[in-house]
Nanobody, 124 residues
Framework: QLQLVESGGGLVQPGESLRLSCAAS????????MGWFRQAPGREREAVSC????????YYTKSEKGRFTISRDSAKNTVYLQMNSLKPEDTAIYYC?????????????????WGQGTQVTVSS
C-alpha cells in the first residue's frame, strides 16, 4: 500500500523560499501521477501543481507559475515542490497526492492516496 509523507513546511517571511518533500513508501511512484494541493483556512483544497510520469509539469494558477517548481526523483521515490518568493497568500496546509495513472490531473477527486499535509505559514 502506498503511503505518502510530506515534510519541509514551516514559518517563513515574505520573499523567502521553502522546499516541500513528499516521500513515498510501499510502492514505486513510477506508475503514479503526482500532485500538490493546498488548503487555506476556510477555503477549499485547490490544486497547486502536478507532474506526470516523465513530465511535463502543470501549474494551476498564474501566481504559482514562475515561483513554484514541481519535480520528482524516482531513485528517492520522492516528489518535491520548490517554492520561491513566498507570499502571505501562500499560507496553507500543503498536501501531496498520488493518482494511479501516469498522467497527473488538477482535480482532487481523481487522486487515490494523500499525505497528512505540512503547514506553510508566510508572515512577517
Amino acid at each position: 500500500q502506498l503511503q505518502l509523507v510530506e515534510s519541509g513546511g514551516g514559518l517563513v517571511q515574505p520573499g523567502e523560499s521553502l522546499r516541500l518533500s513528499c516521500a513515498a513508501s510501499g510502492r514505486s511512484l513510477d506508475n503514479y501521477g503526482m500532485g500538490w494541493f493546498r488548503q487555506a483556512p476556510g477555503r477549499e483544497r485547490e490544486a497547486v501543481s502536478c507532474v506526470s510520469r516523465g513530465g511535463p509539469a502543470v501549474y494551476y494558477t498564474k501566481s504559482e507559475k514562475g515561483r513554484f517548481t514541481i519535480s520528482r526523483d524516482s531513485a528517492k521515490n520522492t516528489v518535491y515542490l520548490q517554492m520561491n518568493s513566498l507570499k502571505p497568500e501562500d499560507t496553507a496546509i500543503y498536501y501531496c497526492a498520488a493518482r494511479l495513472s501516469r498522467i497527473c490531473a488538477g482535480s482532487k477527486s481523481v487522486y487515490d492516496n494523500w499525505g497528512q499535509g505540512t503547514q506553510v505559514t508566510v508572515s512577517s
